[in-house]
């Protein structure tokens, strides 16, 4: 299981890499086109380390809050600058080297971004086939004509080599025009054949439950025998005397021969008791044991704190991804992008509404998933670090005061107008920036307590 401690160690690596390099976009631009920097500082408040070197005498600042980080340059709107250094200030700079300074953070993070999915793609990586499994009758994936058994091989025509990439391609053509168009092969031998259907027809937003339940279709996966593999110490198993090893026989009476269907079982019956047959040790043991009643998107649910012995998935269910250097970083390039354009339609979508905010996630959700990903392996917290920071650069891109994008909105302006946006002007932006971001983050806090209230 994943502990509080590594959830937020993981979740603090992360962010370390992610705003040293943002910052270091800043700083490293900056330095290239002439403008001294005085501070770079990871982290905000009270310094934890700090280091004064190179030929600027640089403040180097390691600080106590970990959650965003700056790069202070010479400004003669903040102090004093001697005649001999002002050419050197960043307010003396040119538009564009401005510009250029302030786009760097940004696009360091989806530089960052691209060489981590081009370390994936050389090293390689696997997922599962896009193989459906279980069609849900009068679904939207039934009446688009889906079956068990169909392979996806396409999505708006794009090549699905796994479940990720269907899951991301669906997302896109249902933010983008709310029509999918997958193409299937029924069997390995048959041609493709062509479905549509429209996202738009789905009742609920992308807030509730997975998206591939919300259209009626699970991936397809071998049947699990119902071998209890790890038991939670206070949960309802290990309190009936349930052990790791145990293969449930039957629940009051009726058989059981897969571990979803014993998933389902417990699910439909919170605080009602289950009797329960095991064999251990090649004998029949009988137990009793009752579901804690839990609360989640569906409703009240039964959980008894025991999870299955994972089997290895069968070969030919497991797709190998990988490619050499320059198609790794092609590849790497275009999966950068096309992760940039869903997360800007994403956010799009919450601002008009078509989307719930309950999406957004805040640095309590991050954490756990940051802690979840490393412990699965070093891919991917790769392949979560690659998300964050697309997420960290087109967040930042956004036209907001305070952030990068309300600054290059301000150039913007002022490429137009031919001369500065105000200060006063400028001023009153900071203040609806900062209105808008405490919004956010009130929003991304609800959400993530929301999520440890109701699993």
Known sequence: MITVLSSIFFFILALAILITVHEFGHYWVARKLGVKVLRFSIGFGKP????????????????????????????????????????????????????????????????????????????????????????????????????????????????????????????????????????????????????????????????????????????????????????????????????VGDLVVSADGVAVTDWEEWVNYVRARPDKAIAVVVMRDGAQVALSLTPAALTNREGKIGKIGAGVVLQQMPAELVAHIQYGPLDSLVNATAKTWDMSVLTLNMLGKMVVGDVALSNLSGPISIARYAGYSASIGFISFLTFLAIISISLGVLNLLPIPMLDGGHLM?????????????????????????????????VAFYNDILRLLVK
């Not at 080297?97 to 090293?123: D, T």
């Not at 068990?148 to 479940?163: H, L, N």
């Not at 150039?411 to 971001?437: D, P």
């Open 410 to 442: 301000y150039y913007l302006i002022e490429m137009v107008k031919g001369s500065a946006v105000s200060e006063r002007t400028q001023i009153f932006g900071q203040k609806i920036g900062i209105a808008m971001l405490l919004g956010l983050m009130v």
């Open 48 to 243: 934890l380390w700090r280091k004064v070197g190179g030929p600027d005498n640089t403040e180097y600042v390691v600080a106590a809050i970990p959650l965003g980080g700056y790069v202070r340059m010479l400004d003669e709107r903040e102090g004093d600058v001697a005649p001999e250094e002002q050419h050197r200030a960043f307010n003396r700079q040119s538009l564009a080297r401005r510009f250029a300074i302030v786009v760097a953070g940004p696009v360091f993070n989806f530089i960052l971004a691209i060489a981590a999915y081009w370390l994936i793609f050389v090293m390689g990586t696997v997922g599962m086939k896009p193989i459906v499994g279980a069609v849900t009758a009068d679904s939207i994936a039934a009446q688009a004509g889906l079956s068990q058994g169909d392979e996806i091989v396409s999505v708006a025509g794009k090549r699905t080599f796994t479940w990720e990439n269907v899951v991301v391609g669906m997302l896109e053509s249902a933010l983008d025009s709310g029509e999918i168009v997958l193409k299937v092969k029924p069997s390995a031998d048959s041609a493709e054949v062509e479905h549509r259907f429209q996202f738009a027809t789905i009742p609920d937003d992308l807030n509730r439950g997975g998206f591939l339940d919300q259209i009626g279709m699970r991936p397809y996966r071998p049947a699990m025998p119902p071998l209890i593999g790890e038991l939670s110490p206070e949960g309802a198993a290990s309190d009936a005397g349930m052990q």
